[in-house]
T-cell receptor, first 108, second 111 residues
Framework: GQSLEQPSEVTAVEGAIVQINCTYQ??????LSWYQQHDGGAPTFLSY????GLEETGRFSSFLSRSDSYGYLLLQELQMKDSASYFC?????????FGKGTRLHILP | SQTIHQWPATLVQPVGSPLSLECTVE??????LYWYRQAAGRGLQLLFY??????ISSEVPQNLSASRPQDRQFILSSKKLLLSDSGFYLC??????????FGSGTQLSVL
């Protein structure tokens, strides 16, 4: 089977940097992706890592280490609008399995 | 780009009643299609996925079923709803497993 672990909540200050970690256990791993979900809305895609290393997209970066079955999402220059839930997800064959999500609280 | 149409936005149904949620996709052909359910404040549980017309894979045994009668149409059904079927239902599409596009979701309340 597959399992993903990520912290349930993280708190950070506006303008700061925050890292959300994700560890996974799965066979036939293809890639790790990240999604953002605001309250009442649908998840939206942020990033995808198939290979080891860092992928940068504006204020957001995502990292993957396949040997450690570990990845993280890095959010820089935090803004109040970044308050949301963040999900990591693993792709295996045609299945995409999500973690339970990390609620990001941002303090002014 | 892909657009996922999902309706209705909210639905209140009595226990034991049937259910049919429809999802249609625009802007791509031969997508992989997915149904997820999300309980309040929880993660996304994969219910069904489909890689082609008539091909359905079930992840969680329950009283729900899915069908894909056309390439860009995905339907979630139940003959008799249970209280535990309440939740936020999301349809999603992908071309290769790298990126999911989600519909706006259906909030189902079973009373």
């Amino acid at each position: 089977g597959q399992s993903l672990e990520q912290p349930s909540e993280v708190t950070a200050v506006e303008g700061a940097i925050v890292q959300i970690n994700c560890t996974y256990q799965t066979s036939g791993f293809y890639g790790l992706s990240w999604y953002q979900q605001h309250d009442g809305g649908a998840p939206t895609f942020l990033s995808y890592n198939a290979l080891d290393g860092l992928e940068e997209t504006g204020r957001f970066s995502s990292f993957l280490s396949r040997s450690d079955s570990y990845g993280y999402l890095l959010l820089q220059e935090l803004q109040m609008k970044d308050s949301a839930s963040y999900f990591c997800a693993v792709s295996r064959d045609d299945k995409i399995i999500f973690g339970k999500g990390t609620r990001l609280h941002i303090l002014p | 780009s892909q657009t996922i149409h999902q309706w209705p936005a909210t639905l209140v149904q009595p226990v034991g009643s049937p259910l049919s949620l429809e999802c249609t996709v625009e802007g791509t052909s031969n997508p992989n299609l997915y149904w997820y359910r999300q309980a309040a404040g929880r993660g996304l549980q994969l219910l069904f996925y489909s890689v082609g017309i008539g091909q359905i894979s079930s992840e969680v045994p329950q009283n729900l079923s899915a069908s894909r009668p056309q390439d860009r149409q995905f339907i979630l059904s139940s003959k008799k709803l249970l209280l535990s079927d309440s939740g936020f239902y999301l349809c999603a599409a992908s071309r290769g497993g790298e990126k999911l596009f989600f519909g706006s979701g259906t909030q189902l309340s079973v009373l």
